[in-house]
């Protein structure tokens, strides 16, 4: 009988070979559906991550866009490190982002 058991300790040469290889799959996924879909899986590729830090304008767009995940991000972290499971965040983003908005209209 097959049974799964924890490592002792974590391997550190897993510790870091694991988001390199995350990322190096992600790539090579994104390349097959580029070029699956008749792009060019560089000029795709280009678009999606060097395009938006090329300038400033770039940097600081993709810096507001990012902000209200990031902070998502940390609110579930918190949840998940208390042991909460929070499954709601998209929802609550978005309820946030409604009273957000009226709370700065009504003021």
Do not use: D
Request: net charge neutral; hydrophobic share 60%; charged share 5%.
């Amino acid at each position: 009988m097959l049974r799964l058991e924890p490592r002792p300790q974590a391997s550190q040469q897993m510790a870091l070979l694991a988001p390199l290889l995350a990322i190096l799959l992600t790539l090579i996924a994104g390349a097959f559906l580029f070029s699956a879909w008749g792009a060019n899986p560089l000029t795709a590729m280009y678009t999606f991550f060097i395009e938006p830090v090329n300038s400033v304008y770039g940097f600081t767009e993709l810096l507001l866009k990012a902000t209200p995940l990031v902070l998502t991000g940390i609110g579930l972290a918190i949840c998940f490190r208390a042991n909460i499971w929070n499954i709601g965040a998209e929802g609550q983003y978005i309820m946030g982002a409604i009273f957000g908005a009226a709370a700065g209209l009504a003021f």
